[in-house]
Structures are given as C-alpha cells and as structure tokens.
C-alpha cells in the first residue's frame, strides 16, 4: 500500500505531497492493520456461513 501511495503522491506533489504519512504514522498504520486484519477475515468467514458457529473461529 505504501507503495502505490508513493507512485500516487509523486504523480500529483503539489496537491498530496503535505497529505502522505510520516515515518511515525505508518507505523501506526501497520498497527492497526495487524489487529484490524484478523477481525476483518473472521466477519468475512463468519458473513460466507449459513449457519456460523464456533468451530468456525
């Protein structure tokens, strides 16, 4: 992601370039993906089961 949004931010400076996340920001940015990615795959195999239970977790 970081990437993509380094290519996006160089293609247009003068409007994104004050917008991009510092150091510090991304690693709270990482943070936060590594508590929110297994909440999201849990409600995604949770919302695709007709009937969930707890062996699903």
Do not use: C
Not at 41 to 55: N, Y
């Amino acid at each position: 992601m970081r990437e993509i949004m380094q290519i996006l931010v160089h293609s247009h400076k003068n409007i994104l370039e004050n917008l991009f996340p510092t150091v510090l920001e991304w690693g709270k940015i990482v943070e936060l993906e590594s508590v929110l990615k297994p909440m999201y795959m849990a409600t995604t195999l949770l919302s695709t089961t007709s009937s969930p239970t707890q062996g699903d977790l």
